[in-house]
């Protein structure tokens, strides 16, 4: 059994243990997913973030940071 929540009008969390919620929504997993420091397709997410432009450095609220320091 795995610990299931699915979410309220007001968006709160509403845990069960149940895959279906009686009104027939399917719930989400409350646990994280597993980490694997042997990390194989790391290479493919930076690639894909660089090409749509959503890597954390190419946010523009890096962009003051990362001016500071690179002008010092």
């Known amino acids: 059994m795995h610990l ?5 009008a007001a ?3 509403i845990y069960t243990l149940k ?3 009686p009104s027939g929504a399917v719930t989400k997993s409350a ?3 597993r980490f694997s420091p042997d ?4 290479r493919h997410r930076v690639t894909l973030k660089k090409r749509f432009g959503i890597l ?3 946010q523009c609220m890096f962009s003051p940071l990362l001016s500071l320091l690179f002008n010092s």
């Open 11 to 13: 968006g709160n969390r």
């Open 39 to 42: 990390d194989k397709y790391s």
């Open 56 to 58: 954390m450095t190419q």
């Open 4 to 8: 299931m929540y699915t979410l309220d």
């Open 31 to 33: 646990h994280p997913a």
């Open 19 to 21: 895959k279906i919620t």
